[in-house]
């Protein structure tokens, strides 16, 4: 097997960042494992390094720093609220016998330990409207070639991390999307989504900490298809912003059109019924009422927090980072 080293950022170290610790160490004792914090708390975690980062406090820039102090010829990078499956290393490291690789991601699994209302966040990301082209982050689809994948759960070759510069951002979140970007632009390498690599990712709870997190990555999304091109340029991502300014909007346009009436009622209606099909699958997958009708209601919520986000970072100049 070759050498990896494990890199979690956090903030603070917590519960959930020292069951990351206990998983990999207990999976894979053979990893050097790399937690940074903001600062020096004066705790030890078994079988880790702990490196505090003041005055660097960016989860690309805490990387980037554990990255220097690492040993291994492979990087692999967890979010702090997410630990590994029993077969992530040993599904991931397979693709790097091939050399065009650069990287390789897996999907991050809500744990059945979540309560509710993070379980609906999960099943809002997880399906076909919450998630859209972005499923397979948050449950497990077809192996494929991807330009683009979150840090929760992504393997990176040493050399190539080094020849493109590490994640030298600030940007946050996005600063992993800026990342995938550089690496296929500046290598021409590939990056490989393997199912199999699975991490159980725990959920922020819907509404407020699942909406909150949404304008973020909206917010960034919208501002890197203004400046970057490549990655973010999808019009997946545009989608919800489409559809916010199609609700508000669309009444206004269609006031003296009898068929524009219709089609903008048809289109609410469209978009209901799919909702309620939605609604409709997690029940029938976890014969819970109350999770479904929390993610129906969610992934409205959801389009639209996103949808304004979006329309900001695209009309922002330039973002704090």
Known sequence: MRTVSVI?????????AREAVQYVHGLYPACEILVVPDRDEGEELPGATVIPSWPVTAPGEKRDLAARLAKSEILAFLDDDAYPGEQWLETALVHFEDQDVAAVGGPGITPLCND????ASGCILASLMGGGGSTHRFRPGRA?????????????????FETVGGFKSRYWPGEDTE??????????????YEPGA????????????????QARYGLHRGHFAR???GNSRRLVYAVPALFTIGVVVGPLVAANSRIGMIAYVSALI??????????GWVWYRERDIILALLTGGGIFATHVTYGVSYIRGLLTPELAH
Request: a positive charge; proline letters at 4%; hydrophobic letters at 40%.
């Open 8 to 16: 979690i950022p956090v903030q603070k170290i917590g519960d959930y």
């Open 116 to 119: 509710r209302r993070q379980r």
């Open 144 to 160: 494929r070639v991807v330009d683009d994948f979150p840090s929760m759960n992504l393997l990176v070759r040493r050399s190539d």
């Open 179 to 192: 990342f995938c970007r550089r690496l296929i632009a500046e290598l021409g390498k590939g990056i490989v």
């Open 198 to 213: 699975v991490v159980y990712h725990h959920r922020r709870p819907v509404f407020r900490a699942h909406l909150r997190q």
């Open 227 to 229: 400046r970057f091109s």
């Open 270 to 279: 469209s978009y209901s019924l799919a909702l309620v099909a939605t609604a």
